[in-house]
């Protein structure tokens, strides 16, 4: 095919022909890039004779129009009788030619609409079932926000969290005594890492970002203790009070850094000894009752979750080489196959513990979700949803057509990632998204805003355009592609409201100017993290001029603690382990990070956070981190000055309340440094009980209820 056709089809198809870079220079696509994503689009096309839009499903077209919007175009000018069946059961009925003009304002919602071709209008006139999604114009906001009181929460990775209880991770009964600690302490809502599926068989994957399923939870984080199957099995409490159980227990809680492979096989061992004594209950016992509602709505998707994780374990068991589908004998790699019929066959009641352990998870979520409304947090619990799922897992293996798995997303190269990032997961095929009615979208959203107040949607630009990038090549090789933004943003809305769940945006990296004013009058939240504001001149942002729609933060996952940041822990640490080949760009760094903390001391000062210190500080032009090292004075003079923003939100890292220096994640790296495995140092029930933190948290409290965003004397 000529490359003039090629470059057509790749602009019909999305993929961009250049972006502005993280330096604001434009950035061209070599044409051999796109031409790839164009193939990685169609797989089962050559690309010579790619065809757009790839419809591969029976979905009825899709329409999606805003709430109060009283005419759709038809695209075509035939003559059409119409019929609206809404959703709410209501029928309405007429007839159009160019465009459709709606006799009442639809309700919210998802209804469908028949267009019939009038007898004697034009011969190839086919009739056409639309699925009609009415939205509103803004995302669900809760009372306390619309009221304008000033939340605050703590963001949390559980899987970080210390208990006297705990198996060596931080688990669903963390999560409740956490909320209950923090709700004493006037604190909104506890923000959590992805609670995604991962894999059972190797637990030692533990990215929370690179899920199997993003529909499901991951079971390792079920509390065992209050499995009530287990407190009554007889072989499970003799297992559990062996000295040889409690031995290993006490290492796995003991070690610095998450021990998964221990901590799941003490978990599903006692699972596995507790689900006899679940199977003993009568039908009519209310566990078994709501365990059957839960698989029975849970479908198809839940059971080929519980499928995929008994076929991986056995699989996994025989030959580790098995970590995913596409390395799977190839009579198993299709869900509908008769090799998996037959071993869903003969293998029926390890599905069913797999059912049954999903079902113990989401109801632990559920009583955390509950016990933060009866404690009256207006959030509770907030839950993050991440950008993909990884190539081999669950969630690929039921919906194949939809994921494009000879690309990955990413991100371009920037500042802070001068290689670009490469997170190995299968993007979702646009054209596929909509030619599915967005279904696997809705239905994605409805699975992450169940048990929560909030739903952070992680690098929320992928509504917009995601950095694709070829099978086989490096970050830096990729191309942006764009996606439906008006429908997903509609949609999203949709479901934001009727599921009552705030929407928080991830927003970092380089956003395109296009998106921002559309999140905002979405109603999404923007996410602004304290590091990166500061204005033209480098000096930090006041408080008041944080915008009100976002939530404030120190730092994420992702950035360095402000210990890290302060001592250059994350540019030490990333040059030891190889990050920054260019000498000169990381001299570059250091210098940055040094004018930066400059600005953030004389920021602290100008606006009296510093006050205890005024008097060592003012007058000094050359202070540096040697000559001012990190000190309780400063952490808890940064926690007032961002706990003062003008947002709505405010969510703090308990890192940083324990001072602490190592990151839980360093983005680019796999075996470089052990992500998502870093415990905090302390146990919960220490940790509140300490008077340095509880002071510091009452002063953020304080900061929070104050009528203005920025009260200088309270501070001095």
Known sequence: MENKRLNELATEAGIAREYINAYGKPQAIPAETRYRILEAMNTNIPVERPVFPLHTSSFPEVKVIIQGQTTLSLEEAHHYQWQIHTEQGEIFHGHCQFQLTLPIELALGYHTLNLIPKAGSET?????????????????????????????????????????????????GDL?????????????FIGLNPLHAIYPAMPENASPYSPSSRHWLNIIYIAVDQ????NLSASAQKWWH?????????????????????VMTLKMAALRLAYPQFKLRSDDDPQ?????????????????????????????????????????????????????????HSHPQEIAFFLWLQWLADIQLAECFTLSQATHMPIGIYRDL?????????????????????????????????????????????????????????ELLRSNMRHCGALRIDHVMSLLRLWWIPQGETADKGVYVHYPVDDLLAILALESQRNHCLVIGEDLGIVPEEIVDKLRDRGVYSYKVFYFERNEQGEYRSPNEYPTQAMATITTHDLPTLRGFWQNGDLTLGEAIGLYPDKTLLADLYSERKRSKQALLSGLN?????????????????LTHTEYPMSDAINHSIHRYIAHSACALLGLQPEDWLDMERPVNIPGTTEEYPNWRRKLTTTLEAMFADAHINQLLQAIEECRKQDSPFVASSVT
């Open 227 to 230: 499995v009530e199957d287990f």
């Open 386 to 442: 991440a950008v993909g799922v990884a190539q081999g897992g669950s969630e690929t293996w039921c919906n194949r057509n939809i994921y494009c798995t000879k690309a990955s997303v990413g991100a371009p190269p920037d500042i802070l990632g001068p290689l670009g990032q490469n997170w190995g997961l299968p993007p979702m095929n646009p054209h596929v998204l909509k030619a599915q009615a967005y279904q696997p979208f809705i």
């Open 606 to 622: 100008r606006h009296g956070y510093l006050s205890d210190t005024r008097s060592s500080l003012q007058g000094s032009s050359s």
């Open 124 to 172: 190839h006139a086919q009739q056409r079932a639309i699925q009609l999604i009415v939205a509103p114009e803004r995302c669900y906001e809760p009372d306390a926000i619309t009221q304008g009181k000033k939340l605050w929460g703590a963001c949390v990775q559980l899987y970080t969290l210390r208990s006297e209880n705990n198996w060596g991770i931080g688990d669903f």
């Open 242 to 262: 062996s000295t040889e159980t409690q031995l290993k227990l006490q290492q796995a809680r003991q070690v610095e850094w998450v021990d998964y492979t221990t």
């Open 288 to 344: 078994q009752i709501a365990f059957q509602q839960f698989v029975t709505k849970g479908g198809k998707n839940l059971y080929f979750q519980a499928a995929y994780d008994a076929l991986h374990h056995q699989l996994y068991e025989e030959n580790n080489i098995y970590w995913g589908w596409p390395v799977w004998p190839e009579e198993y790699r299709e869900p509908e196959s008769d090799a998996v019929k037959a071993f869903c």
């Open 176 to 188: 409740k005594q956490m909320l209950q600690e923090l709700a004493l302490r006037g604190g909104a």
